[in-house]
């Protein structure tokens, strides 16, 4: 119970100040953050720029004379409240934006993190069980190589090849724009296709990043003095692997795993841009493009929390399943 109290008051410090952090950093970028709405309002009113940025000023709840930290006391209490900010751009809360944008971004990265963690563990330990064959060195070999390419290039490279050349995935959206969202088995199955391009071009690098690391893990464990005292005794290589060296490699890598779940939440902006998934990603995108700091300021907020509560339930699912974590 300590343990949990203890990381659970480091939680709420680390997010204090990352979330100041992402305060600070967009306020201090350049421009105004009502900029955009107000040429919206006076290209739609036919009023003077002046007129249409206090218009603007009071819509967003912007006084461009308050003091910094008034601000920050404000976004703060907001925060608090589950106010996540006001988008100039599409002209409505960040909140409805999050609650359209974010089941998508989750139904991708939950896909994403189930196919790479399953496929990228089993050729992590199956390259270690036979290390320096050759079987080993084309799946280390392929896995560092895709683990070097960014997600936005497969992005690219998956779309070209299998949405415009071989017109076996859609090339963009998350449904077809003439059907009806439903319950349907059809409806289900449109989401499912429509979700397998930014899918594998998430899961693919992180496919690879497990492979090396369980590959690495279980290498190590296999030459621990357990594993030659149980070869010792005549157990089958079958059940020193399953028992004796699966479990014990894939132990660090759970922790890794709610950790990446986190951080794929925030990595794919690029993705879901090329792909059109109308995602968190795709919004974080859209709102770098055209300066909407209300949107980025909510977004970058949303990932950041994320992160760190990630982290923290990684934190106690690895000490309830290594208690000398706890000891440390």
Do not use: C
């Amino acid at each position: 119970m300590k343990y949990v109290v203890d990381r659970l008051v480091y939680l709420i410090i680390v997010l204090l100040i990352a979330i100041s952090g992402v305060f600070v950093l967009v306020n201090k970028m350049p421009g105004d953050p009502a900029y955009g709405l107000a040429v919206s309002i006076a290209q739609q009113r036919n009023m003077e720029m002046e007129r249409a940025l206090e218009i603007a000023h009071k819509l967003m709840g912007i006084d461009p004379h308050e003091p910094l930290i008034v601000r920050y006391g404000r976004f703060i209490s907001n925060l608090l409240k589950g106010n996540f900010g006001y988008s100039s751009f599409y002209q409505t809360s960040v909140n409805e934006i999050i609650a359209k944008a974010l089941p998508w971004t989750l139904f991708v990265i939950s896909l994403a993190t189930l196919v790479s963690f399953l496929v990228g563990i089993y050729l992590g330990s199956f390259a270690a069980q036979k290390r320096g064959t050759i079987i080993d060195l084309v799946i280390s070999g392929i896995a560092s190589i895709i683990q070097a390419i960014p997600p936005f290039v497969l992005a690219v490279l998956i779309l070209f090849i299998f949405a415009v050349r071989l017109r076996v995935i859609p090339l963009g959206g998350a449904y077809p724009v003439d059907m009806e969202p439903s319950f349907s088995l059809s409806f289900i199955l449109k989401i499912i296709h429509h979700a397998l391009g930014p899918m594998f071009a998430t899961a693919i690098p992180q496919m690879a990043a497990w492979a090396l690391a369980m590959r690495g893990n279980t290498s190590q464990i296999m030459e621990e003095d357990y594993i030659r005292f149980a070869q010792a005794r005549g157990l089958k290589d079958s059940v020193i692997a399953n028992k004796y060296i699966k479990n014990n490699a894939m132990l660090p890598l759970i922790a890794s795993l709610a950790i990446s779940i986190g951080y794929m939440l925030g990595g794919h902006t690029l993705v879901e841009s090329i792909f059109n998934y109308p995602g968190i990603g795709f919004y974080f995108g859209k709102a770098i493009a055209v300066r909407d700091f209300g949107l980025l300021t909510g977004l970058f907020s949303l990932i950041v929390i994320g992160v760190i509560v990630a982290t923290f339930i990684a934190e106690i699912v690895y000490a309830l399943i290594d208690p000398r974590v706890k000891l440390k």
